[in-house]
């Protein structure tokens, strides 16, 4: 059995699906698809969300701040069961990919500043404030490198990778990675536009999709050294073994229909763990339900791994959770490999005959040492995570 290097010893999330990650195994397993009409800002557009519930930032002077609040949460959780006691001071990298933070949560500013043309300084005040990482490293009084990542919707995933990348550099001796993003009326709005938005409930891989849903939260791990785990007396049996990016420039917000972006980033992740296609037990799609995503990644996935791999698609519980979708996942992964099992596809009922595999229906075990975990993101970006489970 392959020994992974980089141990995942922490996992923290919150979505619409669980306010943290024991809660949202179980209302997957139960099939709960907790979707609504918006309510966290006033619109006319009637498409259903996955709101997260209510939060607020634990710190007054961000309050308002909503992808604060979701990252806390889950940082919080994946630092308790990382059983990391103290970070002040300590070497810890924090890398978290966002779309909506420190950049479209500023209406209110720009609102104000075109109705008087002297808008109040307290938006741009928790703007600049607002960046997730270097919050982050501010609240925990960390020592080592801090970089929030806005790469559209593969954001969460390459700030994952990145992560890997200043463990095997040596620039920090843990990581706390992932992504958070909050619900927001512009790219409600945005997507509307682009008119890719379901007016019922996704259905990733299903003849009859129709778009997606958007929704919100945070998923970020902890990832240390193999050697700074077991000093602490930590054994977890997880690892992250691999990451690829690639770009395929095709279009603004369509993938190449030959998929050349997304299979040389998967070759890429599986490269670097030094495994092969049969090693995959399961893959965590993108899986959006927009019919050129789904289309684009069935066809490279089942060319990879062949029809009958094992694919779920998350958002159907969670929404698209945008920046953050790639951290929630990848914490949704590796929780898949620990526990041997993944939850059925929500939404999918119907097998398109234009895509060569279907997602998993019901519940599935799973009995492998690798995952895969995919994202594409608008810009013709994508990105893959390969996690293992040792044991």
Request: proline fraction near 5%.
């Amino acid at each position: 059995m392959r020994s992974g290097e980089f141990l995942i010893t922490g996992l923290g999330t919150v979505s619409a699906v669980g306010g943290d990650l024991p809660a949202a195994l179980e209302n997957m397993a139960s099939g709960k698809r907790n979707a609504s009409a918006v309510t966290l800002f006033p619109t006319s557009l009637p498409y259903p969300v996955f709101q997260a519930g209510l939060l607020e930032s634990r710190d007054d002077d961000l309050e308002g701040l909503r992808t604060i609040a979701l990252l806390q949460c889950a940082v919080d959780e994946a630092l308790r069961t990382a059983r990391v006691a103290s970070t002040e001071g300590q070497r810890i990298g924090i890398c978290i990919g966002t779309t909506v933070a420190s950049q479209l949560n500023d209406l209110g500013f720009y609102r104000a500043y075109r109705e008087s043309g002297t808008p109040p300084l307290q938006p741009v005040n928790r703007f600049l404030k607002g960046n997730p990482a270097e919050y982050l490293a501010h609240r925990l009084k960390t020592r080592g490198p801090a970089l929030t990542v806005v790469n559209a919707c593969s954001s969460g995933t390459d700030a994952v990778g990145v992560a890997l990348t200043w463990l095997k550099a040596g620039l920090c001796d843990m990581v706390i990675a992932g992504g958070a993003d909050e619900l927001n009326h512009i790219p409600y709005a945005g997507f509307s536009s682009l008119g890719i938005l379901n007016p019922g409930l996704c259905a990733p891989f299903d003849r009859e999709r129709r778009g997606l849903n958007l929704g919100e939260g945070a998923g970020v791990m902890v990832i240390e050294p193999r050697a700074a785990a077991v000093r602490r007396g930590e054994k977890p049996d997880l690892f992250l073994a691999g990451y690829g990016l690639s770009s395929d420039a095709y279009h603004l917000t369509a993938p190449s229909p030959d998929g050349v972006g997304l299979r040389a980033a998967i070759s890429a992740a599986l490269a670097e763990a030094g495994v092969g296609p049969g090693d995959i037990s399961f893959v965590n799609a993108h899986g959006t339900g927009t019919h050129d995503n789904d289309l684009v990644e069935g066809k490279v996935l089942a060319e990879l791994f062949g029809p009958a791999v094992k694919v779920v698609s998350t958002k159907g519980y969670t929404g698209h959770t945008l920046g953050a979708a790639g951290g929630i996942e990848a914490v949704f992964t590796a929780a898949g490999l620990r526990d041997g099992w993944i939850p059925a596809s929500a939404g999918f009922s119907l097998r398109d005959e234009e895509i060569p595999l279907a997602p998993v229906c019901r519940n599935t075990r799973i009995n492998g040492s690798f995952a895969l975990s995919t994202s594409l993101a608008f810009g013709g970006n994508n990105a893959a995570l390969v996690i293992g489970r040792e044991g």
